[in-house]
Nanobody, 117 residues
Framework: QVQLVESGGGLVQAGGSLRLSCTAS????????MDWYRQAPGKQRELVAA???????HYGNSVQGRFTISRDNAKNTVYLQMNSLKPEDTAVYYC???????????WGQGTQVTVSS
C-alpha cells in the first residue's frame, strides 16, 4: 500500500518561509521521481517542483529562485523549502509520485499553505 504523508503547512506572512515534508511508504523511493503540486481555489492543479533519482530538479516559473526541492533517500522523504512567500503562493500543496515500476499515480492528502499580505 502506497502512502504519501505531507506535513509542514501553515499560515505565514508574506516574505516568510515554510518547509514542507512528504514521507513515502510502499514504494521503492530511490528509483522514483518525486513532485510537489499545488492547487489554489478555482484554479487548476499545477506543478511546483520535481526532483529525479539523480537529484536533478525542475521548477515552475512562478517559484523559480524562491523554492528548493530536495530528497533524503535514507528517510524516504522529499522536502520543499519555500522562501520569500507571496500571497499568490496560497494553495493546498500535494506530494505526488508516478510510481515505478507500476506506472500508477499516487497523491498525498495535501497540506494547506496560507500566505497573508
Amino acid at each position: 500500500q502506497v502512502q504519501l504523508v505531507e506535513s509542514g503547512g501553515g499560515l505565514v506572512q508574506a516574505g516568510g518561509s515554510l518547509r514542507l515534508s512528504c514521507t513515502a511508504s510502499g514504494i521503492i523511493f530511490n528509483i522514483n521521481t518525486m513532485d510537489w503540486y499545488r492547487q489554489a481555489p478555482g484554479k487548476q492543479r499545477e506543478l511546483v517542483a520535481a526532483i529525479n533519482t539523480g537529484g536533478s530538479t525542475h521548477y515552475g516559473n512562478s517559484v523559480q529562485g524562491r523554492f528548493t526541492i530536495s530528497r533524503d533517500n535514507a528517510k524516504n522523504t522529499v522536502y520543499l523549502q519555500m522562501n520569500s512567500l507571496k500571497p499568490e503562493d496560497t494553495a493546498v500543496y500535494y506530494c505526488h509520485v508516478f510510481e515505478r515500476p507500476s506506472s500508477n499515480n499516487y497523491w498525498g492528502q495535501g497540506t494547506q499553505v496560507t500566505v497573508s499580505s
